[in-house]
């Protein structure tokens, strides 16, 4: 039976793309929102995705990959060269 909408809770998970230091990509890392926000905002998610790797490397017996950088997924980057007006337009 389908579920009905609206049942999904909005906002539960805050998603993030991944890059390692081999130049690999994951998307859509899951992150649970209540870990997120305050003083800190995203830094939290990059101890929460690390721990993740940790998990995945133990169970196929692989070892984790070192992350390069993580950001939110969607969010756009920002051209430091470019000033922070012209950006939004």
Same mark, same amino acid.
């Given at each position: 039976?389908?579920?009905?909408?609206?049942?999904?809770?909005?906002?539960?998970?805050?998603?993030?793309?991944?890059?390692?230091?081999? !130049?690999?990509?994951?998307?859509?890392? #899951?992150?649970? /929102? *209540?870990?997120? %926000?305050?003083?800190?905002?995203?830094?939290?998610?990059? !101890?929460?995705?690390?721990?993740?790797? #940790?998990?995945? /490397? *133990?169970?196929? %017996?692989?070892?984790?990959?070192?992350?390069?950088?993580?950001?939110?997924?969607?969010?756009?980057?920002?051209?430091?060269?470019?000033?922070?007006?012209?950006?939004?337009?």
């Amino acid at each position: 039976m389908p579920k009905k909408p609206g049942t999904n809770p909005k906002g539960e998970f805050a998603f993030f793309d991944v890059v390692y230091e081999d !130049g690999s990509q994951r998307s859509n890392r #899951r992150v649970p /929102a *209540e870990l997120l %926000g305050g003083l800190d905002k995203d830094k939290p998610a990059l !101890g929460y995705i690390i721990e993740q790797d #940790r998990e995945i /490397a *133990e169970k196929s %017996g692989r070892p984790p990959l070192a992350i390069k950088s993580i950001r939110r997924t969607g969010a756009k980057d920002i051209d430091p060269s470019k000033p922070y007006r012209a950006q939004r337009q």
